[in-house]
């Protein structure tokens, strides 16, 4: 089975509301990255989360890293129509050697 | 956009074709990779390369052939390929620091989108 699974699937909010993914995972890792992809393009490199951090921001993003329950979280505040897109959440397994990635959000800020 | 480009953006290929895709990078990193992102799948790592050397061939059929002939360049040969084998096909690269050491953030191309008839 895969290492990260996202949740919700899918979520669609208002602008200016705030948005929130969850990510979790299976094994220990170095670090949990993620990544949004706009309809169809390449994915764009968000924000990485080492294993001994808890708690990293960027802008309008903060993540979260949980690993005695093997979970981040990420956080959009203040959504605009811009943010949407799909978001994924991306392991980099200590045991592996690869960044595994999971299924993604669906995000749809309605204007 | 990034520092990774792909060609061609949009390819249509029947099943008996010759093609590739390639992959440029110019963000002087030494890993490059092929990622395979299929409609309600998860993105598949397909292979990656460290200093030019492939490092990891994820179980992909013998009718994808990657090659590396330097640290940014990456092209996937494609040969009799199947229906199912349409998809959105990414490059990414990203700068590493040897056997053991975890993954830095990846970039990506913009994709190429295959369709095999």
């Known amino acids: 089975s895969q290492q990260g699974e996202e949740d919700p699937q899918a979520l669609s909010i208002q602008e200016g509301e705030n948005a929130t993914m969850n990510c979790s995972y299976k094994t220990s890792i170095n670090n949990l990255q993620w990544y949004r992809q706009n309809s169809g393009r390449g994915l764009v490199h968000l924000i990485l989360?080492?294993?001994?951090?808890r708690e990293k921001h960027s802008g309008r993003l903060r993540v979260t890293l949980d690993t005695s329950k093997k979970s981040s979280s990420l956080l959009i505040t203040a959504s605009r129509a811009a943010d949407t897109a799909s978001y994924f959440c991306?392991?980099?397994?200590?045991?592996?050697?690869?960044?595994?990635f999971g299924q993604g959000t669906e995000l749809s800020v309605k204007p | 956009e990034t520092g990774v480009t792909q060609t061609p953006r949009h390819l249509v290929m029947g099943m008996t074709n010759k093609k590739s895709l390639k992959c440029e990078q110019h963000?002087?990193?030494?890993?490059m990779y092929w990622y395979k992102q299929s409609a309600k799948k998860p993105l598949e790592l397909m292979f990656v390369?460290?200093?030019?050397?492939?490092?990891e061939n994820n179980s992909v059929p013998s009718r994808f052939s990657p090659e590396c002939p330097n640290s940014s360049h990456l092209f996937l040969h494609l040969h009799t390929l199947q229906p199912e084998d349409s998809a959105l096909y990414l490059c990414a690269s990203s700068q590493n620091f040897g056997p053991g050491s975890s993954y830095n953030e990846q970039f990506f191309g913009p994709g190429t989108r295959l369709t095999v008839l």
């Open positions: 963000l002087g990193h030494n890993a």
């Open positions: 991306a392991t980099d397994a200590r045991q592996g050697g690869k960044l595994i």
């Open positions: 390369y460290n200093f030019k050397e492939q490092t």
């Open positions: 989360i080492r294993s001994n951090e």
